[in-house]
Every structure is written in structure tokens, then in C-alpha cells.
């Protein structure tokens, strides 16, 4: 750590330094190491579900490094996004095998469902986004979702909305899965 800006170690601001406390953490724990900031963004992301935009400056001086160069990295990774995500990511496959199968109908319904207007994809409380991406890999079981880490199969559009309501009533609950 010596011989780094270490700028987490310097604030004086005590809200400041607690706001940031998540990413001092992460970057405590990656010792400052610059060759570690592909690691140290997506333990950011995890905590944020996004890189704001301050946080990459505290990043970017704390590595010492230019904040063009944090965000060179961070776009040029597919993985990485700079808008804010919902909680849940919903991503519906479409690949041709769901494509054919009617992806873009469960795609089309769940946005309904959500109240999506043109041009958004995350729901304004941050709880949902909802993104189609190209073959999943799981054409067998196609029309396929996924929503953050699980895999749906064999969805219709009514499945992809009642979905949607059994994770706001968990959530509304305050139970930690949706299964
Ligand atoms: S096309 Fe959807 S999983 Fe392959």
C-alpha cells in the first residue's frame, strides 16, 4: 500500500468515508494494486450493481491512475455498465431457437408488465431491468430467461409475468429468494 494515494485513507469527511466505505474495502483488500482493477470494478459492481460515476474517480485516484483510463476499461467490457441496474436483471434470450419459439412475446409482456416506457429498461424503483440478450446457450430448453443467476426454461409470456409478481411479492415480504 505504501507509495499510493490511498485516497480512502485520507478523507477527512466522515459521511464521505462512510458513503465509501464499500469501495475502501474492495480496494484495501486488492492492496491498491493497480494490475488488480479488473477485479477490484467487478467488486464495485457487486456492491453498486453499476460504476458510478464518483466512484470511479475514487478508484481511478486511489490506484493512481487517470479516470479516462477506469473508464476505458469499464467500457470496453461488456460486463461492466455505467447506468444503474434493478436489484433483478432480467434477461430474456433472443437467440434463434427462442426467437422462433416467441421470445420477443415474453419480452414484450414482461415490460408491459413492469410499465416500461419507450426507451427504459430499468424500473424506476431500481427493483427490475429487463434486457434480451443473443443465445444463452440453452436452446433445448428454449424460450429461455434468466434472472440475475437462474436459468427459466419453456417460458410463455404468462409465466414471465407471474414470475415478475412472485418477485415483488417476495420482495414485499422481505424473503430473500423466489422460488
Ligand atoms: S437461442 Fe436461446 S438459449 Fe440458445
Known amino acids: 500500500?505504501?507509495?499510493?494515494?490511498?485516497?480512502?485513507?485520507?478523507?477527512?469527511?466522515?459521511?464521505?468515508?462512510?458513503?465509501?466505505?464499500?469501495?475502501?474495502?474492495?480496494?484495501?483488500?486488492?492492496?491498491?494494486?493497480?494490475?488488480?482493477?479488473?477485479?477490484?470494478?467487478?467488486s464495485v459492481q457487486a456492491v453498486y450493481r453499476y460504476l458510478p460515476e464518483d466512484v470511479i474517480s475514487l478508484v481511478a485516484s486511489s490506484l493512481g491512475l487517470s479516470p479516462a483510463r477506469?473508464?476505458?476499461?469499464?467500457?470496453?467490457?461488456?460486463?461492466?455498465?455505467?447506468?444503474p441496474k434493478g436489484k433483478y436483471?432480467?434477461?430474456?434470450?433472443?437467440g434463434t431457437a427462442c426467437h422462433v419459439k416467441g421470445s420477443m412475446n415474453i419480452y414484450e409482456a414482461m415490460r408491459k408488465k413492469l410499465s416500461l416506457p419507450e426507451g427504459k429498461n430499468t424500473t424506476s424503483d431500481l427493483m427490475f431491468t429487463l434486457e434480451t440478450v443473443s443465445c444463452l446457450g440453452a436452446c433445448g430448453?428454449?424460450?429461455v430467461i434468466v434472472v440475475n443467476e437462474e436459468v427459466y426454461g419453456q417460458m410463455t409470456p404468462e409465466r414471465g409475468k407471474n414470475l415478475i409478481d412472485k418477485i415483488t411479492d417476495t420482495e414485499a415480504t422481505g424473503e430473500k429468494k423466489h422460488n
Open 70 to 83: 477506469v473508464y476505458g476499461v469499464a467500457t470496453f467490457y461488456s460486463h461492466f455498465t455505467l447506468q
Open 141 to 143: 430448453l428454449a424460450p
Open 1 to 42: 500500500m505504501n507509495g499510493c494515494n490511498c485516497k480512502c485513507k485520507n478523507m477527512d469527511n466522515n459521511e464521505t468515508a462512510r458513503e465509501f466505505e464499500a469501495v475502501c474495502k474492495i480496494l484495501d483488500e486488492n492492496n491498491y494494486d493497480k494490475d488488480r482493477l479488473i477485479p477490484i470494478l467487478q
Open 89 to 94: 436483471v432480467i434477461k430474456v434470450c433472443d
